[in-house]
């Protein structure tokens, strides 16, 4: 409007002080700013809270100026800085995280070409080495790096009633071992929970963030955190099954379909119980884990149940589960899981 009354478009009223053509042009500069950023709202472009923040603060000088005829301008645009504001925060969050998978995937160590035989095997307990074999992996180069697509009903809570419908992707790689697991949990309409888990370099960090501003969760990395997400790893390796042969994990027969891993990495231990069906598939891991950390944190049972199995680029994986915390005050189904898709050896970042 303080274009079309400087430049005589239209006769408004409304505007009670006269306005210059250039003062006009700046108008039509703020209007013209704030339509690109709803344009890059609607391409997905990550960049167009930073668009929107120079059209509000153009738009905000001028509604200074013109104070008495535009003083309700500034609800607009106290709004429209919020979400922009909140985006950035989102922005930078993520720019971390691709940092994060960037420089775990830049750490893979030289990917070995020669393909897994049974002698290769051979040594590990009769049933890791029936799993390694349904799984597909005789016959292929060992698994370096994993990326997946991951679908999440969530509880945080023992009591919670409703699930949270959670995305989520992750990054592993297996020498040197690490992952990188983010996610966004929606916990009601319009708002949302974006999170963060790692493990690199032996140390394991948890991060949570309301609208990726404000820290709900902020643990690690610390003695607990860090043999909690040792033990992630370890018990993912069912996604990764060449990880089985690696140097940091020595296994011990517990029957003819069970076997435990222990994993020692930089003097960081933890070791968990792997369960196999009667075809060889992955059925569950069982370990004893930290929920917290500090003085007071305590080891509770942490159980993942495989619930069906999929061909993932020629080799068998979980494809979806339900991890189970047993508490004293009982049984707490933590989180159901799906696996969307699966990538070996990805060479690039997707965020």
């Given at each position: 409007m303080g274009f079309m009354k400087a430049f005589f478009l239209a006769e408004l009223n409304e505007i009670t002080n006269p306005v210059s053509k250039p003062m006009g042009l700046l108008w039509l500069v703020a209007t013209l700013i704030l339509v690109l950023a709803g344009v890059m709202i609607f391409f997905k472009n990550p960049l167009w809270w930073l668009v929107a923040i120079i059209g509000v603060l153009i738009s905000q000088v001028l509604i200074l100026?013109?104070?008495?005829?535009?003083?309700?301008?500034?609800?607009?645009?106290?709004?429209?800085?919020?979400?922009?504001?909140?985006?950035?925060?989102?922005?930078?969050?993520?720019?971390?995280?691709?940092?994060?998978?960037?420089?775990?995937?830049?750490?893979v160590m030289e990917k070995k070409t020669a393909v897994i035989t049974d002698e290769d095997i051979s040594s590990l307990p009769k049933s890791v080495q029936t799993w390694l074999k349904a799984s597909g992996m005789i016959g292929k180069t060992p698994i370096q790096s994993v990326f997946?697509?991951?679908?999440?009903?969530?509880?945080?809570?023992?009591?919670?009633?409703?699930?949270?419908?959670?995305?989520?992707?992750?990054?592993?790689?297996?020498?040197?071992?690490?992952?990188?697991?983010?996610?966004?949990?929606?916990?009601?309409?319009?708002?949302?929970?974006?999170?963060?888990?790692?493990?690199?370099?032996?140390?394991?960090?948890?991060?949570?963030?309301?609208?990726?501003?404000?820290?709900?969760?902020n643990d690690g990395p610390n003695p607990q955190i860090n043999e909690a997400a040792l033990q992630r790893f370890l018990g993912e390796m069912v996604w990764y099954p060449s990880a089985a042969l690696s140097d940091y994990i020595i296994w011990k027969d517990l029957g003819p379909q069970t076997a435990k891993a222990t994993m020692t990495l930089d003097g960081l231990s933890g070791s968990g119980i792997f369960t196999f069906d009667k075809d060889g598939h992955a059925k569950s891991f069982a370990a004893l884990?930290?929920?917290?950390?500090?003085?007071?944190?305590?080891?509770?049972?942490?159980?993942?149940?495989?619930?069906?199995?999929?061909?993932?680029?020629?080799?068998?994986?979980?494809?979806?589960?339900?991890?189970?915390?047993?508490?004293?005050?009982?049984?707490?189904?933590?989180?159901?899981?799906?696996?969307?898709?699966?990538?070996?050896?990805?060479?690039?970042?997707?965020?």
């Open positions: 100026i013109f104070w008495k005829d535009s003083l309700y301008g500034t609800l607009p645009n106290i709004l429209i800085l919020v979400v922009s504001l909140i985006a950035f925060a989102q922005y930078d969050f993520e720019k971390k995280i691709r940092l994060e998978v960037a420089y775990v995937l830049e750490n997946m697509n991951q679908n999440y009903q969530l509880k945080l809570k023992p009591d919670q009633k409703n699930w949270y419908s959670t995305t989520a992707k992750q990054y592993s790689t297996v020498s040197p071992p690490s992952f990188v697991w983010s996610a966004e949990i929606e916990m009601m309409p319009a708002i949302s929970a974006f999170g963060r888990d790692k493990f690199i370099e032996g140390k394991g960090e948890m991060v949570f963030k309301l609208f990726s501003v404000f820290a709900v969760a884990r930290y929920q917290g950390s500090g003085t007071e944190a305590k080891r509770s049972e942490l159980t993942v149940n495989i619930t069906s199995t999929k061909e993932f680029e020629g080799v068998m994986l979980p494809a979806s589960g339900e991890v189970n915390w047993r508490l004293d005050s009982g049984e707490w189904t933590w989180a159901k899981f799906e696996i969307q898709d699966c990538t070996f050896n990805p060479n690039q970042v997707d965020f």
